[in-house]
């Protein structure tokens, strides 16, 4: 059964600073992967996904992630936080053909 | 442009009592989904849609029951709501590729979450 496994309940960062949020996924099939962000009091949206292709995955609001096969991680980073990063992030790994399977979140701290 | 809409967005209910929260999607979409959030672990299905008149279990299916009698509407029912329920449930809703196997291409559309408190 596929699953993901998200280090770290709370990762705090200064405004400025590289933003790593860690991943790691097991999958017995090749892995559909994802990462979503939840803002405050609201429901969860779409950050970036790795179906097939490049490793590297672009996605919204300046993140990125990288599919390593051989270290099963898909971590999600940015270059640089800013105060509107602040959120709680979520893994997750597509199930079968139609559920995904989330992670149990990380919640991003940002300090100016 | 709506997205998923779901309501009630705050309820309070006491242990036995029943409940049911409806989720509406405009966007046209084959699968619906509804989700539990509890602190420290995360988004875990309860049942989901992968069409109008389907319905299957999750991995916490227990104690709720759903409906999917439109294509645009999914309802998620309490029979007999106990405090363990007390939660935030999201609906979401996707598309297919609409291949061979109707593959999900895993991007959900969420609504805004209803907050279900059991006394």
């Known amino acids: 059964a596929q699953s993901v496994t998200q280090l770290g309940s709370h990762v705090s960062v200064s405004e400025g600073a590289l933003v790593l949020l860690r991943c790691n996924y097991s999958s017995s099939v090749p892995p559909y992967l994802f990462w979503y962000v939840q803002y405050p009091n609201q429901g969860l949206q779409l950050l970036l996904k790795y179906t097939t292709g490049a490793t590297l995955v672009k996605g919204i609001n300046g993140f990125e992630a990288e599919f390593k096969k051989s270290e099963t991680s898909f971590h999600l980073t940015k270059p640089s936080a800013h105060m509107s990063d602040a959120a709680e992030y979520f893994c997750a790994v597509r199930t079968g053909y139609s559920t995904l399977t989330f992670g149990k979140g990380t919640m991003l701290l940002v300090s100016p | 442009n709506a997205g998923v809409t779901q309501t009630p967005k705050f309820r309070v209910l006491k242990t036995g009592q029943s409940m049911t929260l409806l989720c509406a999607q405009d966007?046209?979409?084959?699968?619906m989904y509804w989700y539990r959030q509890d602190p420290g672990m995360g988004l875990r299905l309860i049942h989901y849609s992968v069409g109008e008149g389907t319905t299957a279990k999750g991995e916490v299916p227990d104690g709720y029951n759903v409906s999917r009698l439109k294509k645009q509407n999914f309802l998620l029912g309490l029979e007999s709501a106990a405090p363990s329920q007390t939660s935030v449930y999201f609906c979401a809703s996707s598309y297919t590729l609409g291949l061979a196997g109707g593959q999900n291409t895993g991007e959900l559309f969420f609504g805004e979450g209803s907050r279900l408190t059991v006394l």
């Open positions: 966007m046209n979409h084959e699968y």
